[in-house]
């Protein structure tokens, strides 16, 4: 399966703030995808980043919340702006590939872990 | 929109037992359904995936079936190890990269 690399694996932020998230992967892919992992949650889609184009967001998620862009097929990043505590959370960068290739089986990154204080 | 009840939410069992973990969900009309676990801290690993059209899926000691009209998935953890020790996730997928959550069932395997 791909190898998917995220950056930063961890980071603490200050309320107000901005941060971006890189997702690498080391193949092309089709599309990206970005989940959020809320404390003691499960996982919920963020956003799905194709390349070329606006990326599709699901209810309750505003692109002027979470920037996403897509500059070529190996690389997504997502932006959490202006954040707030209640973004303290894991946002997780999804492929599917490899293996997965047209099965829809989906491949996600360790994750980024934020901490807004 | 689409629900995922997993249950137990948590099971201790010790070394060698045979496990079955239930997932149900609300809306049948679903693409496919993976697998997953997560370990503390780190992001999810696939196990399995199964398409709408399959009954079930086989690796190693890992069965999941699905029966997709009455909305159920099941994985089977064959003589478990404490290296199975993690988090482990359904996933109904609705449409291509969208995929619905359970809150997941938390397995420890003691020696």
């Known amino acids: 399966s791909a190898v998917i690399s995220q950056k930063p694996s961890r980071d603490i932020c200050q309320r107000g703030t901005s941060l971006t998230i890189q997702c690498q992967v080391d193949?092309?892919?089709?599309?990206m995808f970005w989940y959020r992992q809320q404390p003691g949650q499960s996982l919920t889609l963020i956003a799905t980043a194709n390349q070329g184009s606006e990326a599709t967001y699901e209810s309750g998620f505003v692109i002027d919340k979470f920037p996403i862009s897509r500059p070529n097929l190996t690389f997504s990043t997502l932006t959490v702006s202006n954040m707030s505590p209640e973004d303290s959370s894991i946002y997780l960068c999804s492929v599917e590939t490899g293996r997965g290739a047209n099965t829809g089986e989906l491949f996600f990154g360790e994750g980024s872990r934020l901490t807004v204080l | 929109k689409q629900e995922v009840t997993q249950i137990p939410a948590a099971l201790s069992v010790p070394e060698g037992e045979n496990l079955v973990l239930n997932c149900s969900f609300t809306?049948?009309?679903?693409?496919?359904l993976q697998w997953f676990r997560q370990d503390p801290g780190k992001g999810l690993t696939s196990l399995l995936l199964i398409q709408s059209s399959q009954r079930e899926q086989t690796s190693g000691r890992l069965n999941a079936s699905l029966d997709k009209s009455s909305g159920r998935s099941t994985l089977y953890i064959a003589a478990s190890q404490p290296g199975d020790s993690a988090t482990y996730l359904c996933a109904p997928g609705t449409s291509y990269g969208k995929l619905t959550f359970g809150q997941g069932t938390i397995l420890t395997v003691h020696p």
């Open positions: 809306d049948s009309a679903i693409y496919n």
């Open positions: 193949s092309q892919v089709t599309m």
